[in-house]
Structures are given as structure tokens and as C-alpha cells.
């Protein structure tokens, strides 16, 4: 029911910043549960940041204090601040999006529409 696009991603080096966006097209006009994951080779994909239709967040142990998930409705876009990057912040990172008046979600299986990626990549 939606398209989505991620960008900004890249390679940097460990304590440095990117932002990432991801931009939603629809047909209608739909509310909807949005996040985004990450996932290495050979690893489940796991959920790094939420939110839910009210604004409501919802992040990873492991990113707490250094990311902040955001969006801006009237533009269709979400975004994900990531800060002080670490080695294990390395991996391909999929925004993902559910519709319906939802709060936030960590589980990959609480989502059905998901972007193509991208690569964000940190090295010492």
C-alpha cells in the first residue's frame, strides 16, 4: 500500500553522524505505523527504532542516547539521526511501515511494507 525509499546512507568513521530518510508515496490518504531496521549477512533483521502513529517512540537498548527516529507527516518522511556511530552500527538499514492507527513496534512481523535498504557502513 506503500512505497518506500531510503537514502543518506554511507560509510563513515566510528563517533561520526548520518542521517537517514525515507520517503513514503501512497495512492490514499493512510496513517501509519513506521521504523527502522537493520541487518547483517547471516543475522536476523533487527528493530532499531519506532514509531507509532501518535508520535510515540521506541528504541533499541542499543541505540539509546545516540539515535533518534523522527518524522514529518506533511512530507511523507521519515528519518533516523544516528550519532555517535560504532563499529556494530554497521549494516544495511530497511525503513519499514504498517497502516493503522498503531503505536511504536521493534518486531519486524509488525510491519508488511519495507524499503530496499541502505548501506550505512563504520570503521575505526
Known amino acids: 500500500q506503500v512505497q518506500l525509499v531510503e537514502s543518506g546512507g554511507g560509510s563513515v568513521q566510528t563517533g561520526g553522524s548520518l542521517q537517514l530518510a525515507c520517503s513514503a508515496s501512497?495512492?490514499?490518504?493512510?496513517?501509519?505505523?513506521m521504523g527502522w531496521f537493520r541487518q547483517v549477512p547471516g543475522k536476523e533483521r533487527e528493530g532499531v527504532a519506532g514509531?507509532?502513529?501518535?508520535?510515540?517512540?521506541l528504541l533499541a537498548d542499543s541505540v539509546k542516547g545516540r539515535f533518534t527516529i523522527s518524522k514529518d507527516s506533511a512530507k511523507n518522511t521519515l528519518y533516523l539521526q544516528m550519532n555517535s556511530l560504532k563499529l556494530e552500527d554497521t549494516a544495511m538499514y530497511y525503513c519499514?511501515?504498517?497502516?493503522?492507527?498503531?503505536?511504536?513496534?521493534?518486531?519486524?512481523?509488525?510491519?508488511?511494507?519495507w524499503g530496499q535498504g541502505t548501506q550505512v557502513s563504520v570503521s575505526s
Open positions: 501512497t495512492d490514499t490518504y493512510l496513517y501509519y505505523r
Open positions: 514509531i507509532g502513529t501518535d508520535g510515540t517512540t
Open positions: 519499514a511501515a504498517r497502516v493503522g492507527h498503531l503505536g511504536p513496534s521493534l518486531f519486524s512481523s509488525s510491519y508488511n511494507d
